[in-house]
């Protein structure tokens, strides 16, 4: 009976004008998304070998390691095509130098104003907006239009029992919109593959895992769209408080978390950590000044009481210990400017931390904002993305500045030195230079912090399938 009940509803589906319409759109959106993701991939690849080019060649021409300055460039990521979250708003570039607190520059939004305005449309927000709308459509009249055109009365003329006939419409909706997102998918990875865009295995599972939650979500309005067609008598109705639950948990509930939070915690703007930090490197700055200044006058002093015969020998050998006692008070308080910039931002993202705890708890009421936090982090362009590219190249400029000192005392040319040098040096060879690589989460850390918005949204569909049957038990077919 429920095999029966299931293929009426699917060809119902099938043969309607709707799906012509829903699985047109679809397909156009989502090979859309995937031909301009890999469109803004290769292009973040281009800029990105590019730059590191004009880089290395920078560092192979210097003749000091004093004068090495590297530049990090993030890598793209092909999990980027897919989802694209919080990539492009954050920097692409950070300088590691002495002195320079780590912080990415120069984002893709930054540079290119005319996508910040329009933004990225992706695989996720496709299935957040798009599809979530498009099971509200298939759905919202599927008990109550047939009460009104009375062929529900009809069917129940027949012995059929009340759950078959919900778990048909249910099931039936659930698979006739599974084929206008399945047909483009599957033509979009084809096009992915056809392209060579390097994914590995992991970034294959982080992809299934992604339209397995997809579906989750999309199931979930399937079945809100049938228990409000069970609720209500005419499909006017069902379709107007759809429309507006769906605006709710779409556009409302995700922002108002968002804003109730930064209403209740307060988090330093970087203007004010930069004002700290300014101070902090100009009270250092003085240091260095006064300590400069006691030592010249010691130098002088001692170079006064030396005879002519002596003074060269000795104005060397006093220059030299002057020079390497700069290097390393100017270290010392290099790395007193980093320990503080940590205490700093270490405070900035405690607080932020909280903010987004209560920010997104809050915002979780919404099943779209649920599905995005998700989405965002199996891709790994989560909000925690900028806080682990800067922890790991804190961690790499701490390694670079010690093997650069230790460079530097193997040449025996350091940051000042190399300024009171006439003879023209011979460039540095730079290819044991260590590189960066950005760490990702293993799998099994990103469902960890994934999980819960899963179990938030298979909540939501248990909810809804129960206040479905409750809906339809009482359900008058006439």
């Given at each position: 009976?429920?095999?029966?009940?299931?293929?009426?509803?699917?060809?119902?589906?099938?043969?309607?004008?709707?799906?012509?319409?829903?699985?047109?759109?679809?397909?156009?959106?989502?090979?859309?998304?995937?031909?301009?993701?890999?469109?803004?991939?290769?292009?973040?690849?281009?800029?990105?070998?590019?730059?590191?080019?004009?880089?290395?060649?920078?560092?192979?021409?210097?003749?000091?390691?004093?004068?090495?300055?590297?530049?990090?460039?993030?890598?793209?990521?092909?999990?980027?095509?897919?989802?694209?979250?919080?990539?492009?708003?954050?920097?692409?570039?950070?300088?590691?130098?002495?002195?320079?607190?780590?912080?990415?520059?120069?984002?893709?939004?930054?540079?290119?104003?005319?996508?910040?305005?329009?933004?990225?449309?992706?695989?996720?927000?496709?299935?957040?907006?798009?599809?979530?709308?498009?099971?509200?459509?298939?759905?919202?009249?599927?008990?109550?239009?047939?009460?009104?055109?009375?062929?529900?009365?009809?069917?129940?003329?027949?012995?059929?029992?009340?759950?078959?006939?919900?778990?048909?419409?249910?099931?039936?909706?659930?698979?006739?919109?599974?084929?206008?997102?399945?047909?483009?998918m599957l033509l979009g990875l084809?096009?992915?593959?056809?392209?060579?865009?390097?994914?590995?295995?992991?970034?294959?599972?982080?992809?299934?895992?992604?339209?397995?939650?997809?579906?989750?979500?999309?199931?979930?309005?399937?079945?809100?769209?049938?228990?409000?067609?069970?609720?209500?008598?005419?499909?006017?109705?069902?379709?107007?408080?759809?429309?507006?639950?769906?605006?709710?948990?779409?556009?409302?509930?995700?922002?108002?978390?968002?804003?109730?939070?930064?209403?209740?915690?307060?988090?330093?703007?970087?203007?004010?950590?930069?004002?700290?930090?300014?101070?902090?490197?100009?009270?250092?700055?003085?240091?260095?000044?006064?300590?400069?200044?006691?030592?010249?006058?010691?130098?002088?002093?001692?170079?006064?009481?030396?005879?002519?015969?002596?003074?060269?020998?000795?104005?060397?050998?006093?220059?030299?210990?002057?020079?390497?006692?700069?290097?390393?008070?100017?270290?010392?308080?290099?790395?007193?400017?980093?320990?503080?910039?940590?205490?700093?931002?270490?405070?900035?993202?405690?607080?932020?931390s909280q903010q987004e705890t209560?920010?997104?708890?809050?915002?979780?009421?919404?099943?779209?904002?649920?599905?995005?936090?998700?989405?965002?982090?199996?891709?790994?362009?989560?909000?925690?993305?900028?806080?682990?590219?800067?922890?790991?190249?804190?961690?790499?400029?701490?390694?670079?500045?010690?093997?650069?000192?230790?460079?530097?005392?193997?040449?025996?040319?350091?940051?000042?030195?190399?300024?009171?040098?006439?003879?023209?040096?011979?460039?540095?060879?730079?290819?044991?230079?260590?590189?960066?690589?950005?760490?990702?989460?293993?799998?099994?850390?990103?469902?960890?912090?994934?999980?819960?918005?899963?179990?938030?949204?298979?909540?939501?569909?248990?909810?809804?399938?129960?206040?479905?049957?409750?809906?339809?038990?009482?359900?008058?077919?006439?």
């Amino acid at each position: 009976m429920i095999k029966i009940l299931i293929e009426k509803e699917l060809k119902t589906i099938l043969l309607s004008p709707k799906f012509v319409a829903v699985f047109s759109v679809c397909s156009i959106l989502i090979l859309l998304s995937f031909y301009i993701g890999i469109d803004e991939y290769r292009v973040a690849l281009k800029h990105y070998e590019a730059v590191n080019a004009q880089l290395a060649q920078q560092t192979r021409e210097q003749t000091s390691w004093a004068a090495v300055r590297l530049n990090i460039v993030r890598h793209p990521d092909p999990m980027h095509i897919f989802v694209s979250g919080i990539n492009n708003d954050i920097g692409r570039q950070c300088p590691i130098t002495r002195g320079d607190v780590i912080k990415l520059y120069g984002s893709r939004y930054s540079d290119q104003l005319l996508f910040s305005i329009f933004r990225s449309m992706d695989f996720m927000f496709i299935v957040q907006v798009i599809l979530s709308l498009f099971a509200i459509l298939f759905t919202y009249d599927s008990i109550c239009g047939e009460r009104e055109a009375g062929t529900l009365k009809l069917n129940f003329a027949n012995p059929i029992p009340r759950t078959s006939y919900i778990i048909s419409k249910i099931v039936g909706s659930w698979l006739g919109l599974s084929i206008p997102l399945i047909i483009p998918m599957l033509l979009g990875l084809a096009l992915v593959l056809v392209c060579r865009i390097p994914m590995n295995i992991t970034h294959w599972v982080q992809l299934l895992i992604i339209i397995g939650v997809s579906v989750i979500y999309f199931s979930f309005f399937i079945c809100l769209g049938v228990m409000f067609s069970s609720i209500t008598k005419a499909p006017s109705s069902s379709f107007l408080y759809l429309l507006v639950i769906w605006i709710g948990f779409v556009l409302i509930i995700p922002r108002a978390g968002v804003m109730v939070a930064g209403q209740f915690i307060s988090v330093p703007t970087p203007a004010e950590i930069t004002s700290k930090l300014t101070q902090k490197e100009r009270e250092m700055s003085e240091q260095l000044d006064k300590w400069q200044n006691g030592r010249r006058k010691e130098l002088e002093s001692a170079l006064a009481s030396l005879t002519n015969e002596e003074q060269q020998k000795k104005y060397m050998e006093m220059v030299d210990q002057y020079n390497k006692d700069l290097t390393q008070k100017y270290d010392e308080l290099n790395r007193e400017i980093d320990k503080y910039y940590i205490s700093l931002n270490e405070e900035w993202r405690n607080r932020k931390s909280q903010q987004e705890t209560l920010g997104f708890s809050l915002s979780r009421f919404s099943p779209a904002s649920a599905f995005q936090l998700a989405s965002m982090d199996l891709a790994g362009t989560g909000v925690s993305l900028k806080t682990e590219y800067e922890d790991q190249l804190q961690i790499f400029k701490d390694m670079f500045n010690k093997f650069r000192a230790k460079k530097e005392e193997e040449t025996g040319r350091s940051l000042f030195t190399m300024l009171n040098d006439d003879k023209k040096p011979k460039n540095i060879d730079t290819s044991d230079i260590p590189e960066f690589r950005f760490v990702n989460r293993s799998l099994s850390q990103i469902m960890q912090t994934t999980i819960i918005d899963i179990g938030i949204l298979a909540f939501y569909i248990l909810i809804t399938i129960a206040g479905t049957f409750i809906a339809f038990i009482r359900y008058d077919v006439r």
